[in-house]
């Protein structure tokens, strides 16, 4: 296997880079199949190499956060008042006098 790193494996693997070198994993049972890893040789990526991905993963990581703080604080309520749900007429509907409006006289359909 090439090298991996810890976000590319899936989170019940990436235990296997915590072994030391030379070191073989216990068997991991997966739904896709069964795994043994062997640790060949480790190192650590320079910080240059991954400058990108690190800033792209803060941005995207804020954004969601923001997104999550705005939603958090719009909390939407019912007010039957403004409605006027104590003047509805039986019917659930108030009359458009009581609204204090006029319907529009309909559209001419042609020539009468």
């Keep these: ?21 030379g070191e073989v994993s216990p068997v991991i049972t997966d739904m896709s199949g069964y795994y043994v890893y062997k640790v060949g040789e480790k190192d650590t990526i320079p910080l240059s190499q991954v400058h990108d991905e690190i800033y ?22 019912l007010n039957d008042d403004y409605f ?3 003047q509805a007429s039986p019917e659930g509907m108030m009359p458009d006098a009581a ?14």
């Excluded at 792209?56 to 309520?77: E, H, N």
């Excluded at 609204?99 to 009468?112: C, D, E, V």
Aim: proline share 12%.
């Design 1 to 21: 296997m090439t090298k991996v790193r810890r976000n590319s494996l899936p989170p019940a693997q990436a235990t296997v880079l915590d072994l030391s070198l």
């Design 56 to 77: 792209g993963s803060l941005k995207s990581q804020r954004f969601q956060d923001q997104m999550q703080a705005v939603q958090q604080s719009a909390t939407p309520s």
């Design 84 to 86: 006027g749900a104590g």
């Design 99 to 112: 609204r204090g409006r006029t319907r529009p006289k309909p559209p001419s359909l042609g020539p009468q």
